[in-house]
């Protein structure tokens, strides 16, 4: 009897070391990247209810060793909302560079003409090389800035585009499309700024002097 028993607890203890072990691996799978099936997951707590022990927490295990960065994602990382005032200064100290014309305009549903175009503002880039990827990556700025210029026109459920004006070969709007900003340099925010036409009811792009707007071709601070 006393063998019986003696055997009887090697191997539960077999058992339950196997079980440890099995955990930790699922666990270093986790780390690497691999992913456990969940019907290891599910095995692994049947065999432990069988034998009458409390399982490890897996979860609290793989949070502990995987830490912020656990599990990965696939997805690429949302883009850095810009603000006015930071790209509004970045403009101001490419003093340099070329000012460039942007303007959006609201697009007909269907068959409907679009609507005309709204000079919204200026541009600059960094040795004014991306003026396309200044337009595009501050889009976002330059239409919350058309809808404070333009609350009549522009509403904030229309569908509208983005240009630029050329002036050389021929004067004119060019509309730009998203993909102007494929093969975009790191940090291409730092190298591009906007300055929006002054809104006094805002208060945006405005400088004062003595208490009066300071009426400049825009306010640009030069």
């Given amino acids: ?15 339950l070391l196997s079980l440890i072990v099995f955990s930790t691996l699922q666990t270093t799978n986790l780390v690497v990247g691999f992913a456990v099936h969940p019907l290891h997951e599910a095995g692994t707590r049947n065999s432990a209810k069988a034998l009458g022990v409390s399982p490890p927490s897996l979860l609290s295990t793989r949070l502990q060793m995987a ?3 656990g599990g990965g994602d696939d997805k690429k990382k949302k883009k850095t909302k810009l603000k006015p005032k ?11 560079e070329k000012r460039v014309r942007v303007a959006v305009r609201v697009l007909g549903d269907g068959e409907e003409t ?23 990556r501050q889009k976002a700025i330059i239409a919350d800035h058309a809808r404070r210029l333009f609350p009549l026109q522009v509403k904030p459920k229309d ?6 004006w ?6 004119i709007w060019v509309v730009v499309e998203n993909s102007a900003l ?3 340099p790191s940090g291409l925010e730092k190298q591009i700024g ?22 400049t071709d825009y306010t640009d601070k030069i």
């Fill in 159 to 164: 569908n509208i585009e983005w240009a630029f």
């Fill in 1 to 15: 009897m006393a063998q019986q028993q003696f055997s009887s607890q090697t191997l539960k203890m077999s058992r």
């Fill in 166 to 171: 050329q002036e050389e070969p021929e004067e």
């Fill in 182 to 184: 494929d093969g975009a």
């Fill in 86 to 96: 930071q790209q509004w200064d970045r403009y101001c100290n490419m003093k340099k």
């Fill in 194 to 215: 906007f300055e929006g036409r002054p809104d006094p009811a805002s208060g945006f792009y405005c400088l004062y002097n003595e208490g009066r707007l300071v009426d």
């Fill in 114 to 136: 679009p609507g005309d175009w709204l000079e919204v503002g200026r541009v600059r880039s960094k040795d004014s090389a991306f003026t396309r990827m200044a337009v595009v």
């Fill in 67 to 69: 830490g912020f960065g």
